[in-house]
Nanobody, 126 residues
Framework: QVQLVESGGGLVQAGGSLRLSCAAS????????MGWFRRAPGKEREFVAA????????LHADSVKGRFTISRDNGRNTVYLQMNSLKPEDTAVYYC???????????????????WGQGTQVTVSS
């Protein structure tokens, strides 16, 4: 059974930084792409970033490009989301997810991911 546990969320002022972590277990971590999504109050879940199984390919949403960086440490079975220059509109629950296909093509759509963490709240005050 796959388990994903996010941590690192919290309250930060606009312009500040946070680093989210997602620890994975129950699957050969290094064989699967990973993604971060978020859901703001009253809005649909949206793609934030994704990273390929070896970490050589990354995707970032236009809204976070240049401010957020996804990375992974396969030795620690952990994926990270470094968030800099945070804005109030980044306030959301952030979820990590693992792709369902081993060595699969990296995707932005939630249908590519078959297991999700419980989420961690990020609140950015103005």
């Amino acid at each position: 059974q796959v388990q994903l546990v996010e941590s690192g969320g919290g309250l930060v002022q606009a312009g500040g930084s946070l680093r989210l972590s997602c620890a994975a277990s129950g699957r050969t971590f290094s064989d699967f792409g990973m993604g971060w999504f978020r859901r703001a109050p009253g809005k649909e879940r949206e793609f934030v970033a994704a990273i390929s199984w070896r970490g050589g390919i990354t995707l970032h949403a236009d809204s976070v490009k240049g401010r957020f960086t996804i990375s992974r440490d396969n030795g620690r079975n952990t994926v990270y989301l470094q968030m800099n220059s945070l804005k109030p509109e980044d306030t959301a629950v952030y979820y990590c997810a693992v792709q369902g296909t081993r060595f699969g093509l990296l995707g932005r759509g939630p249908e590519s991911y078959d297991n999700w963490g419980q989420g961690t709240q990020v609140t950015v005050s103005s």
